[in-house]
């Protein structure tokens, strides 16, 4: 491991019972343990979290969604199902200040561990709700998954060709880790709230309002002008050149000339320093009335090389010019390098070394750590009934006979 | 710490000095509940980033109590005043509106040494500053963290730029569209063999790089409030792109797999994407497991497709998802928008229109959680913006005012804040250094 583990952890004493599954609500957890909080994974003790079977099978079987999201998590299983399971979780509730759980709406109601019968065991406790359409409103019993909440949300409908079916924006994903995100900074809001009232509070946070409080203008313009914004394809209409442009190695380069300053810059790389000129395409207004002409120029000039010579006659002057990269080009680039972004891990349970995002935002004087990747269903079972539970060994043997655990 | 803003006195200065915009915002999640406490209040944030990336972070601390001051040259104030759609107010587009929600708008020019001296005073006395000016430009100015934390030792500094502060690329212009490209999002959007699209919204990556910038300063805020000591929070926006990207670096680290872009699908789960209707709208289905795929093919009323010997396993579906995904085209094609997501629905599918603005301002569902905040604005009338995410309980956050008019608040903050008196404001006034 080559991430220096850190002593100084903003979140150490913090205990976080996980109790969610697949990305949102867990990557909440997770980066709340990169920073030094104690985080319970509770898992049913038949298959655990559903986040280890969705995605790339690792070597030993778990995703390798699960093996990096899981990273720095304990496994303890309980079914809570069971009135025994029940019982040992309200315990663990007791003990600790962070639940995060993403069940559809009213499920743990109906296990009889709802808010209000948790917040009573712990006055104290902070609850992050995570869900497709939240804990109100007409459709908060609808299932909801990342790409339907992008599309609920507003993404979606706008990416793609203007006229053709909207494609995934990227990643199936995004909506998840947004989520995680919000749901992150309620957490940390509500401890800070805690720390200083002794009270407790649950987050609503849903999964199509992460999305949409990301649309930038749409709402007000549409509320304001009428204004439905469409598929943009590969180009932006707020300024031009902006959008995506082909090299001669077919491969693509990112271009954004959001203003005139930055076109300037890139009629110098282009080696055509006349066309920023005011009486041909200086000004961001003329630009965007000869949009065609202007992409044309750009794109003529992009394909007459390969992308590194683009990227670095861009780079040479200034021009706000990236390359659209896969994940090769990721790992083997200079700044990603630099920054540490990828971290090599020997995980011993895996047995084989691999390679995660590193941990973000970086912090000078308490920067967060990976100390291990996704355990192994139940691996903390044990350590966790005995050390925190107080449950001796004979009774956690019954249990697991029982398959309580 | 300071005060909360809004307890704040009145500002003599003749423009915009009764906000308008105090009228209870029509949302359930804004704390209209003025008896219901805000988490962040006492908080004090200077915000001298421009645009979004950063300055959004600044804007979620406001929503949550923190008072913010947005420091801004002075003449013409931050870009984004100017970038996106215009309104009547010259000074205002509506991301501006919407995104500068709850600042107060201070004008410091800090490319003069005067400007310089009452920016580190400010600094002084405040505990978050957020900026995102390319690296080494503050340092340029001689307000860079050695200076800043010299004034101030448990000053939190975020540091928002396209690259980050290190590494070769560092110095390079960072906007959210590069870092779409640059962190590995934007080879992912389209169809295979075309060329990528832009991933759906052009700010992404600078509303995302805002989030764990707030993470970053809420863990800082932890740390000082328990030692004293501040710190700084470094985040490119790339690298919060790239940091969304699920298991794709994991897989490439172990196989050499390069993912591609999947068109309108999924290459992990059948039937898992966009579907057009017999109206001609989109739905997006997402089977991610045998179960989902059961009851999405009892909503088709062909429950037999979900038999083990025909597409009941997803590896089944997925090694015939050429045809399974025509099977489906063939039956959304037959059906308008409300019928399938109703059949869908039903059944417990998980389904959802590819809503347009028009349809989320038509959605009771968006009504109901109160996620279009209608603000009033004395020059424009009704604004809607998106509301507070995410819902707190019991300390909610709020929008009391949209983007301010540029130098709103100097004088209330020279005055009271800095401590100077009027006629020292009227001469850097006229010496345009505010």
Not at chain 1, 209 to 219: G, I, K, P, Y
Not at chain 1, 372 to 398: C, M, N, W
């Amino acid at each position: 491991m080559d991430h220096e583990p850190s002593e100084n952890l903003p979140l150490s004493g913090i205990r976080v019972i996980d109790l969610a599954t697949v990305v949102a609500g867990p990557y909440c957890a997770g980066i709340l343990g990169e920073f030094g909080a104690e985080v319970l994974k509770v898992e049913h003790p038949v298959g655990g979290d559903t986040g280890r079977h969705f995605g790339t099978p690792g070597p030993r079987g778990d995703t390798l969604v699960w093996v990096s999201e899981g990273r720095n998590k304990k496994s303890v299983t309980m079914d809570l199902h069971r009135a025994e399971g029940v019982r040992m979780f309200k315990d663990l509730i007791a003990k600790s200040d962070v639940l995060v759980e993403n069940f559809r709406p009213g499920t743990l109601e109906k296990w009889g561990i709802g808010w209000e019968v948790l917040h009573a065991i712990n006055p104290g406790l902070i609850m992050l709700r995570v869900s497709g359409y939240g804990q109100t409103g007409p459709y908060k019993d609808r299932p909801g998954f990342a790409r339907v909440a992008h599309a609920v949300g507003g993404l979606t409908y706008l990416a793609g060709m203007p006229k053709g079916t909207p494609v995934t924006a990227g990643s199936t994903t995004l909506g998840d880790y947004f989520t995680g995100l919000y749901g992150c900074i309620g957490v940390l809001l509500a401890l800070r709230y805690k720390e200083k009232t002794g009270r407790g509070q649950y987050i609503d946070a849903a999964l199509y309002e992460s999305v949409f409080r990301c649309t930038d203008e749409l709402a007000p313009a549409y509320a304001m002008y009428g204004t439905v914004q469409e598929r943009h394809g590969p180009h932006m209409e707020s300024g031009c050149p902006y959008g995506h442009f082909p090299t001669r190695d077919g491969k693509w380069v990112a271009i954004a000339c959001t203003t005139d300053k930055m076109f300037g810059r890139l009629a110098e790389a282009m080696g055509r320093p006349e066309l920023a000129s005011s009486s041909l395409y200086g000004e961001q207004k003329a630009r965007i009335a000869s949009r065609t002409d202007v992409n044309e120029i750009v794109r003529d000039w992009c394909g007459s090389m390969p992308r590194d010579e683009v990227l670095a006659r861009c780079n040479a002057a200034g021009a706000p010019a990236a390359p659209l990269n896969n994940i090769a080009d990721i790992f083997g680039d200079r700044q990603f390098h630099a920054r540490r972004n990828l971290v090599s891990i020997d995980d011993a349970a895996l047995g084989e070394t691999v390679i995660v995002p590193n941990v973000i935002p970086r912090l000078s004087k308490t920067p967060g750590r990976i100390k291990h990747l996704g355990p192994r269903l139940g691996q903390h079972t044990d350590e966790v009934l005995k050390d925190l539970l107080g449950i001796s060994d004979a009774e956690i043997e019954a249990l697991r006979a029982q398959r309580v655990i | 710490m300071s005060a909360n803003g809004n307890d704040q006195g009145a500002v003599p200065t003749g423009e915009g000095a009764d906000n308008p915009d105090t009228a209870a915002p029509a949302s359930a999640h804004s704390n209209d509940d003025t008896t219901k406490p805000l988490p962040l209040s006492g908080i004090r944030v200077i915000d001298v980033g421009t645009f979004l990336a950063g300055p959004y972070a600044a804007s979620i601390m406001g929503e949550y109590g923190a008072e913010v001051l947005k420091v801004e040259y002075p003449i013409g104030g931050d870009p984004m005043r100017r970038f996106g759609t215009a309104t009547k107010r010259h000074d205002a587009t509506l991301a501006w509106l919407s995104e500068a929600r709850n600042k107060k708008s201070v004008t410091i020019d800090l490319r003069r040494p005067k400007g310089v001296e009452l920016f580190v005073k400010l600094v002084s006395k405040s505990d978050v500053l957020v900026e995102n000016f390319r690296p080494g430009t503050m340092e340029e100015w001689g307000l860079g963290w050695n200076e800043l934390s010299a004034a101030n030792p448990g000053l939190i500094m975020l540091r928002v730029s396209g690259y980050g502060q290190t590494g070769p690329y560092r110095r390079r212009p960072g906007f959210a569209h590069l870092a779409h490209g640059f962190g590995g999002l934007s080879y992912l959007a389209g169809y295979p063999n075309e060329t990528p699209v832009v991933p759906g919204i052009a700010p992404l990556g600078d509303y995302i790089s805002s989030l764990y910038g707030v993470i970053g300063i809420m863990l800082a805020l932890r740390h000082k409030e328990k030692t004293g000591e501040g710190q700084v929070i470094d985040v490119g926006i790339y690298e919060a792109v790239f940091r969304q990207m699920d298991e794709m670096a994991t897989v490439y680290g172990l196989s050499g797999k390069v993912r591609e872009r999947e068109g309108a699908g999924s290459f992990v789960a059948v039937p898992h994407g966009h579907f057009r209707t017999k109206d001609g709208h989109y739905v997006a289905i997402a089977c991610t497991n045998d179960k989902m795929f059961e009851r999405f093919a009892q909503a088709m009323e062909r429950p037999e497709l979900a038999s083990t010997t025909l597409y009941g396993e997803q590896r089944k579906r997925l090694a015939a998802s050429a045809t399974v995904i025509a099977i489906v085209n063939e039956w959304a094609a037959g059906l308008t928008c409300d019928e399938l997501l109703e059949r869908c629905i039903a059944k417990q599918v998980p389904v959802g229109k590819l809503n347009s603005i028009a349809d989320i301002f038509a959605d009771p569902h968006f009504k109901a959680r109160g996620n279009l905040l209608e603000m009033e604005e004395e020059a424009l009338g009704k604004v809607v913006i998106p509301g507070v995410v995410p819902t707190l309980s019991e300390t909610p956050g709020r929008v009391t005012n949209l983007g301010p008019r540029l130098g709103e608040a100097t004088y209330e903050v020279m005055r009271e804040l800095l401590e100077l008196t009027a006629q020292e404001i009227a001469s850097l006034r006229q010496q345009r250094i505010i």
